[in-house]
């Protein structure tokens, strides 16, 4: 390809300075979170920690929501019929 057809047109530049934008607003609110916690005593040390769990329990729900699913069709059921089965609830 040309040089000339990887430049962006002008709607695609607009899009992505929007969403550059995006990204630093959001950036700056995480900031002034991370400021925040900070003030009432957390240690960033703490917040590390809590995420890396947060990241270690979303994988393993995934991975269990993908078995139930994967039951859920060898028995030809939805996987919300499995819930009350293993004592889980809609919310989980």
């Known amino acids: 390809p040309s040089p000339r057809s990887c430049q ?3 709607a695609d530049e607009e899009g ?3 969403e550059i934008e995006e990204l630093k607003q959001k ?3 995480l900031d002034q979170e ?3 916690l900070l003030s009432e005593g957390y240690s960033l040390e ?3 920690k809590h995420i890396s769990l947060l ?3 979303n994988d393993i ?3 269990g929501q993908m078995l139930l699913g994967k039951l859920a069709v060898i028995r030809g059921v939805t996987t919300k019929q499995l819930y009350p089965e293993y004592d889980l609830e809609l919310s989980d």
Request: charged residues 35%.
């Open 46 to 48: 703490e917040l590390e």
């Open 61 to 63: 729900k995934d991975a």
């Open 27 to 29: 950036d700056l609110a």
């Open 55 to 57: 990241h270690e329990y």
């Open 16 to 18: 992505l300075r929007y």
């Open 8 to 10: 962006p047109n002008g």
């Open 34 to 36: 991370i400021a925040q």
